[in-house]
Structure formats: structure tokens, C-alpha cells
């Protein structure tokens, strides 16, 4: 699996603050840098996008992508969101004022966008990928997706904070090969990290004992502002095979 880093906060470089990973080039999780991050030839291969949930620095760019490629011949994208996520983003995004309600231009019959309410924890498939939503603990309902093909699997939590479902189902993921989990901000934050859904290095730390498989974890979400200190404070966890997902570069699982 080819996965490229699109967004995940990590320093002062376009894209900071905002959260995206381009899965074989044409299905991405999460829609903060998507538009920005790559070229119109690149946006039109993008056809699925898992949403994790309705926050701005994981959806800002769905609306300029479709704008962009809206007139493309045979462009289309579809949404896979937690229903409570479609909602939300139908009434306070795609609602004819924040932006155009794509899911029915250019008319109803034929749309350019669709909206598609996945279950939590029932696979389905794209593109020979199989997905699993498994909601997390954020203050909005948020999912994680277990990514999976033929060769391997990732685990994307998602913002969260401490949360216990998520890991359940990851230590059965067979072929798993790399975890992705958040530390927004730095230890002296706790209590922000508390009440806005978040991990801090030091929430972080019993969130990686509930994982039982011997996998890499990479981090994103680090507030640039802290992310200095963040990053001594995970690197002080000692953990081995503990590292941060760098913006831009692509990996292969
Ligand atoms: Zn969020």
C-alpha cells in the first residue's frame, strides 16, 4: 500500500494544521490539504474520501476540490463518513450557504458529489482497499479507518483522545503493518487536551500499551506552535519504533 502524506501539522510548512494521507493515490483519508497539496492532474484521480469527522482541519479543501474539478468530464467524488459526520457536513457545509449542496449539481439525477454514511465496523470496499470505520473518542463523533489490501494494513485513529475500541480492533488487524495516532499538544496542555478530545505525549503513552502488535506508530497532529516541545516529550517516552509522520513523503506498507 502507497500511502502519501498530504497534511498532519508537524511544522511551519504549507499544509500546518491540517490533516490528510493519499492511500494509492486515489482514496484519501481526510480532506484537510487535498486541493493545495496536489496537482489538478493528481485531484481528478482522487474519486473516494473517508472523512473522519466534521472538524475544518480534516474537510477544508472538499470544497475547492470539487470546485476545481467540477467541470472535469466524468468527475465525481464520494464521501464515506460515520452518518452522524454526513450530517453535519450536509447541514453546515454542502448546504447551499458555507458552499454549494454538490450532492445534487449539476442535478439531482447525476451528481457530482455523494455523501455515503458508512457503519461502524462493517467493512466495505474501494479500489481492492477494504475499510472499517471504528469510532474513537473526540468531542465530535469521529471514526478511525483500519486500511487494508492484499499485501498489508494501516490503523489511522483519527483525533482522539484516550479511547478504547479503536486498539480492540486494531490488535486483531491481520497484516498490520503501521498504526497512525495523534499527540496535539505538549504535557503542560493536559487539561486543553482533556476537554478538546486530544492526546498529550503523556496520554499517549498508556494509549500505546493497549496496542499488542509490534508495529510502527507514526504521529501527526502536533500544534506547530508546541511542536518542539512535543516531540522531546514523546522522544523522553523512549519508546522504540515510536516516530513522526512526515508531511510530504510518501511510504509503503
Ligand atoms: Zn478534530
Redesign the pocket.
Known amino acids: 500500500m502507497k500511502l502519501k502524506v498530504l497534511g498532519c501539522y508537524g511544522g511551519n510548512i504549507p499544509g500546518h494544521g491540517m490533516t490528510s494521507l493519499l492511500v494509492n493515490d486515489t482514496v484519501a483519508l481526510d480532506a484537510g490539504w487535498v486541493s493545495s497539496a496536489l496537482s489538478l492532474r493528481e485531484q481528478v484521480k482522487v474519486k473516494d474520501i473517508l472523512i473522519s469527522?466534521s472538524?475544518l482541519?480534516?474537510t477544508c479543501s472538499l470544497p475547492f476540490l470539487i470546485d476545481n474539478n467540477f467541470s472535469h468530464p466524468g468527475f465525481n467524488l464520494r464521501i464515506y463518513a460515520l452518518r452522524e459526520v454526513v450530517a453535519s457536513m450536509k447541514n453546515h457545509l454542502f448546504n447551499n450557504l458555507t458552499w454549494p449542496d454538490f450532492t445534487s449539481l449539476p442535478n439531482d439525477m447525476t451528481p457530482v458529489l455523494k455523501l455515503i454514511a458508512v457503519e461502524p465496523e462493517q467493512p466495505f470496499t474501494i479500489n481492492g482497499l477494504t475499510l472499517t470505520a471504528i469510532p474513537v473518542s473526540?468531542i465530535?463523533p469521529?471514526a478511525g479507518f483500519i486500511v487494508e489490501d492484499k499485501k498489508g494494513a494501516i490503523a489511522f485513529s483519527s483525533?482522539t483522545g484516550p479511547t478504547e475500541r479503536f486498539w480492540e480492533v486494531v490488535n486483531k488487524v491481520k497484516k498490520l503493518k503501521a498504526v497512525i495516532t495523534e499527540t496535539s499538544f505538549p504535557n503542560a496542555l493536559q487539561d486543553l487536551a482533556h476537554v478538546s478530545g486530544h492526546l498529550t505525549p503523556a496520554t499517549l503513552d498508556p494509549e500505546l500499551r493497549k496496542l499488542k502488535r509490534d508495529v510502527p506508530v507514526f504521529l501527526y497532529g502536533a500544534k506547530p506552535k508546541h511542536l518542539k516541545v512535543i516531540k522531546d516529550e514523546v522522544q523522553s517516552l523512549k519508546r522504540r519504533n515510536l516516530r513522526f509522520l512526515v508531511q510530504g513523503k510518501t511510504y509503503q506498507f
Open positions: 469527522h472538524h482541519d480534516h473526540h465530535v469521529t483525533d
